[in-house]
């Protein structure tokens, strides 16, 4: 063992016990503090143990599926505590304070914190101004989500291009695939077109960038959180060696086009100004330039800001978007031809009635298409918790039910178990593909209700994109862009039907989908 892991597992030990504060801010009450726990049960645990905590914790590091699975069974409508190696120990809530706690103000529950100190952001992350200025949410909640009618035709066509590029063209052989290597690449163009425009959206090394420093973050993070926050700046350059080089090789590749949208803009700012902005791209590096340049802070439009903007978004969309597309496409061909044929029809009819047109209505319209993929992300939400969230307000923050948590705690619900609770979702644990479809289509359900069940809705009892005023800003995107990505996969490729759907990889709180696994497709002929 060196001598940096023996630091971490005796700081790691220490707060366990509760010797050692989990904020980045020591004084010697934090030290000598009790426990901030709230006094419930604790997930992984049994009768007899010395410390309870520090043992539950290493069970549950070993085995993330008894967790779940003793939450469902034990814990489905009382609190609980779940320690799990590598983050702070969770206070899960029943399902029925969902509403409850998505509804409470950032003074009281906070949702940036958990994920900045989880992902230790101070770190990993080179430019604190994004961070502290967050104005990409605004530009996704407003701008990407208001273009993506204007978006459909260039999502179509790097979605044409990313197939044939990675699933090729041969309409006679059938040919082995690996879905989420595959799936990674055409998703991060096609995110990336959205973002940065043709060509640097087609440029691997941007993409392979964005990946690996998505895929290398919670790793450095997972370590850095083991220490307390005063030996923390001494150890990180050691640590985030890896997400330091993924940022240079993505700054590298975006420069030269941000070098020359500045300019354009400079040049063209006074007859803008003017006359309005005249904007030859459509994405969201150029809106993040206007908005930046309207901003009283300069160093908004600096380029290496714009750049690490860009690379926050691609942290948030691409492996999401990828994890959810390869999870359907599992689902879908672990289950019957029918329901693929059924797709086609729906696709082929709304097509024509379009005049061959993927457009916002046509894609509207597609509601099995639309079900199929809100059916995945109920079945394989990416995290087993919804919607957590940081208890910062100074009295803390008492539940529905009256039990009173004390300011600093994470608190949390279990998405995953309230996705697949029958009181939700009848046969909750069967893929039903057309579930959404023919609630939307059952008269016998209030007007309301059938409206909510398209894929981007959130509710207490879909939390795959969490919900209240934080939930996901860019699900609407990614709503259409999955739909458009899985309706060409089905409309031009033949996918060779599997007998059992590999199983998904459970990497402590993450569920992932079978990463290494290939499927055999092949070219439709007479596609266009
Ligand atoms: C299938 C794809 C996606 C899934 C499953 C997903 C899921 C989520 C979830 C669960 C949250 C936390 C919400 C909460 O705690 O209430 C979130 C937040 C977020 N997502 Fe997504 N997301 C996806 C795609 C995207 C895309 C395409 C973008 C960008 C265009 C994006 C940008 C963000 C951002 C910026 C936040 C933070 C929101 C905030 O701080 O208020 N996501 N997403």
Redesign the pocket.
Known sequence: MDRYSLVALICSVKRELCLLPTSDDVTIWQVIRPSNLPNIPIVGSKAGDWLPLLQARWRNSINYRAVADEINTLYKNQPCLVPIGGSETIVLLPASETQHIASQPDAVLN??QPLIQGLQFKYTFVDQIIIED?I??KI?ASN?THQISYLIDDVLDETEWGFEKYWGTDTTDFKDIAVFETMRRIIGSV?NRAFVGIPTCRNPGLVDAGMSYTRALPEEAKHLRMYPGFIKPLVAPFYTKRTKAHTREFYNILMPEIQQRLQEYDENQSSWEKNGPKLDHNDFLQWSIVQAKAHNDPRMAKPSTLAGRILM?NF??IH??SF?VTHAIFDLISSKQEYVDELREEISSVLAAHGGEWNKTAMAQMEKLDSLVRES?RLHM?STFG??RLVIGKDGFTTRSGMHIRRGNIVAVPGKNIATDEANYPDADTYKPFRFAEKRKDEQIEYVKRARQATPTTSADFL?????K??????F??ASE?KLILGYMVMNYDIEMLDKRPPDIFAGVARLPPMAAEIRVRRRKNTP
Do not use: D, E, N, S
């Open positions: 949702m940036p967050p990409h949410l996704i990407l995110t978004v948030g969309a999401t978007t959810t992300l990416v919607i957590p795959a994109f969490g919900h209240g934080h939930a996901c800003p860019g699900r995107f990614a999955m």
